[in-house]
């Protein structure tokens, strides 16, 4: 296979995700990133195979999912560090529809590797608020977001594969594929809720979505489990727990809000009345597509460049297995579905 020299901007979750699938095919590459990250170090990482309103699997579960445990093992075990955490996942039901609709799809095969058969434990459950019953989530799991971040950064620095900088517009020559006067054979943009800036994509609707997320402290809450219903609570150790998350789109800035706060401390109440206390409170910026879908694929004009982003709240899901869809269409090994395909705004 001829070894192509591929510049990749932004080393998030898609930068890097990207770049690792490249070099497992021996390519050359180089990431460019200004280091200030606005979403992949801060998300919750959870991987959760289920939509709940409808109970209905995610997209590409099935795909992603086993992809996703095989992909992160091997950054465990190449990086020395620890990305995978058990998660006993439990929806409380919001309504007797949902109920309904998990009994339905709890014996249905396709849905059997993601369902618990509902027990007169979880329909009982009472260490929280539960009007409606609960059930239990399989193959759910956490990714350490913080971890996977700076674990990546700082493997591609020592590989000498990073360049800490800001993607600098005078220095760069779209129609050649040349970046401070270096040749690339591909550039690929992965610049996330800030594609708008870019000037190549910017035609694609990828909008920064805000969310703010809560750490608080609340004792007797349970700590072996994730609980869902309005927010999502991540357990994290000595009775702290993460809460969340907030999606803003009318504000693309990194300020934390009182309004935030109050809103997700509301939906906590919804889930217990445990008195909490507010120990942080951060925000991050999502790219996100409005048919929920991400976007990769080629530019109309310039053939050398390539966006790969909007990979959105299920992230650290989607990535691995849509990195290496993108590696093998950029090395013409495979083609990309019009599900996630550039041409669809075309």
Request: aromatic residues 10%; neutral net charge; proline residues 3%.
């Amino acid at each position: 296979m001829e070894k192509l020299s591929i510049l990749i901007v932004g080393a998030g979750l898609a930068g890097t995700s990207l770049a690792q699938r490249l070099l497992e095919k021996q390519q050359q590459v180089t990431l460019i990133d200004s280091g200030q990250n606005n979403s992949t170090a801060i998300a919750a990482g959870i991987i959760n195979p289920m939509v709940f309103r409808r109970m209905n699997k995610s997209w590409r579960v099935d795909d992603f999912l086993k992809e996703a445990i095989a992909y992160y093992k091997k950054l465990e075990d190449d990086l020395n560090i620890k990305l995978i955490k058990p998660l006993f996942l439990r929806r409380l039901f919001s309504s007797l529809q949902e109920k309904e609709f998990w009994e339905k799809r709890q014996y249905e095969k396709e849905y059997s590797a993601y369902l618990e058969i509902l027990t007169a434990e979880d329909l009982n459950y009472s260490l929280t608020k539960n009007d409606f019953g609960s059930g239990r989530v399989k193959q759910a799991f956490w990714i350490e977001a913080q971890t996977y971040y700076t674990s990546q950064i700082n493997y591609f620095e020592s590989l000498g594969l990073l360049l800490k900088e800001n993607f600098s517009e005078k220095d760069f020559n779209a129609e050649g594929g040349i970046y401070k006067d270096i040749l690339y054979d591909k550039i690929i943009f992965c610049c996330g809720s800030n594609n708008g800036e870019m000037p190549y994509f910017s035609d694609i609707p990828i909008e920064k979505t805000k969310g703010q997320t809560l750490t608080i402290s609340c004792k007797n809450l349970p700590e072996n489990e994730s609980l869902n219903r309005k927010t999502f609570v991540l357990p994290l150790e000595n009775n702290t727990f993460k809460i969340g998350a907030t999606y803003e789109w009318e504000d693309g800035s990194l300020n934390t809000t009182k309004e935030a706060r109050e809103l997700l401390l509301e939906n906590f109440s919804v889930i217990s009345d445990l008195p909490v206390e507010v120990i942080d409170q951060v925000a991050g910026i999502r790219p996100t597509v409005l048919d929920r879908r991400p976007v990769l694929g080629q530019h109309k004009i310039h053939k050398k460049l390539f966006i790969f982003n909007g990979l959105g709240a299920k992230g650290y899901l989607m990535a691995p297995t849509l990195a290496r869809e993108m590696a093998e269409f950029l090395l013409g090994e495979g083609t990309i579905s019009k599900e996630v395909g550039i041409n669809r705004f075309y």
